[in-house]
C-alpha cells in the first residue's frame, strides 16, 4: 500500500518461516538491501516504521 507498516513486517516474518503471503513482493523485502532476504531485514524494517512514527510524532508536537 506505499506505507510500511506492523503488516508488513508480519508478510516478511511469515515469508521468512516458509510460508507466501498474499501480495508478498520479494522484490522490496531486500530492505537493508543486502541481497539477501533475512532476519536483518526484520529489524530494518522495524527501524524504518519507528522512526517514521517518531518524525510523525515530532511534527505533530512542532504544531501545538
Given at each position: 500500500n506505499g506505507?510500511?507498516d ?13 510460508l507466501?503471503?498474499?501480495g ?23 527501524a524504518?516504521?519507528?522512526n517514521?512514527?517518531d518524525?510523525?510524532n515530532?511534527?505533530?508536537?512542532e504544531?501545538e
Amino acid at each position: 500500500n506505499g506505507t510500511a507498516d506492523a503488516a508488513d513486517v508480519t508478510a516478511l516474518a511469515a515469508q521468512l518461516a516458509g510460508l507466501t503471503p498474499e501480495g508478498f513482493v520479494g522484490d522490496v523485502a531486500d530492505v537493508n538491501q543486502d541481497g539477501t532476504v533475512d532476519i536483518a531485514d526484520v529489524a530494518a524494517l522495524i527501524a524504518i516504521i519507528m522512526n517514521a512514527n517518531d518524525n510523525e510524532n515530532n511534527n505533530d508536537n512542532e504544531n501545538e
